[in-house]
């Protein structure tokens, strides 16, 4: 008798078995087979949920209408503060040089080989005692751009008006033509705006692109203040 109801205890815990494993793997083939079906655990009380990409790993495209009005306000104020340092730095050296223009960029070969076509001049004009072969820069009424030649004959002095003859080294004849009508020298005091006292060569080659080519202006302008203001912090 107490064999008999072992036997039948032992079925009985067979079948419970294997009536829980059918059941997980019937659970288990309907995951799989269901499309969008969320995924069920071994524990038969528990669900887990899908993945979701976090939203901070997928990259966002810049827009203006994203950026909040004191953010944008803050990039507008931080180009005009480049602009305006920049226009500080050439006032102070117009100053200290006592030039309207301290740096010059060479746009012909007049002065070859002296200087090349693109080189940077560093003007100093505090001295009025040209001597001659000194290279100086002067303007001539009438016209916009300022020419870069040599100092060949100079007249008067001291308490006379000082007198200047110019010539480029890479020209035949002296400047006579070139200066205005009935003016056969340069007056120091008026005329001249520094003299050479160094200069960097080649690097000014940009200004003159810039001068042949006036829309280039207003494509580095537009991203310059294009690159201020979608910088994000």
């Known amino acids: 008798m107490l064999a008999a109801s072992r036997q039948l205890r032992n079925v009985a815990s067979k079948n419970f078995r294997k009536?829980?494993?059918?059941?997980?793997?019937?659970?288990?083939?309907?995951?799989?087979?269901?499309?969008?079906?969320?995924?069920?655990?071994?524990?038969?009380?528990?669900?887990?949920?899908?993945?979701?990409?976090?939203?901070?790993?997928?990259?966002?495209?810049f827009s203006f209408s994203t950026m909040r009005p004191?953010?944008?306000?803050?990039?507008?104020?931080?180009?005009?503060?480049?602009?305006?340092?920049?226009?500080?730095?050439?006032?102070?050296?117009?100053?200290?040089?006592d030039s309207p223009s301290p740096i010059v960029v060479v746009l012909s070969g007049s002065m070859e080989p002296a200087f090349q076509r693109g080189d940077i001049l560093l003007l100093w004009n505090r001295g009025m005692e040209t001597q001659i072969g000194e290279v100086v820069v002067y303007n001539v009424k009438g016209k916009d751009i300022p020419i870069v030649?040599?100092?060949?004959?100079?007249?008067?002095?001291?308490?006379?008006?000082?007198?200047?003859?110019?010539?480029?080294?890479?020209?035949?004849?002296?400047?006579?033509?070139?200066?205005?009508?009935?003016?056969?020298?340069?007056?120091?005091s008026k005329d001249v705006i520094g003299s050479v006292v160094g200069y960097i060569p080649f690097v000014g080659?940009?200004?003159?692109?810039?001068?042949?080519?006036?829309?280039?202006?207003?494509?580095?302008?537009?991203?310059?203040?294009?690159?201020?203001?979608i910088q994000r912090e």
């Open 149 to 188: 030649h040599r100092v060949v004959r100079r007249f008067g002095g001291g308490d006379k008006a000082l007198k200047l003859l110019t010539k480029g080294d890479n020209n035949l004849a002296d400047d006579t033509e070139l200066y205005a009508t009935g003016q056969a020298y340069l007056d120091r």
């Open 70 to 97: 004191r953010q944008l306000l803050t990039q507008v104020l931080n180009f005009a503060l480049i602009l305006s340092t920049a226009f500080m730095l050439w006032k102070g050296l117009s100053v200290a040089a």
């Open 19 to 61: 009536r829980i494993l059918l059941e997980q793997y019937h659970a288990c083939q309907l995951t799989l087979s269901t499309p969008g079906h969320l995924p069920v655990s071994t524990d038969r009380n528990t669900i887990t949920p899908p993945r979701t990409s976090h939203p901070s790993n997928h990259p966002t495209m």
């Open 205 to 229: 080659y940009v200004t003159i692109l810039l001068s042949e080519h006036p829309w280039l202006k207003t494509v580095m302008l537009g991203l310059m203040g294009l690159m201020v203001v």
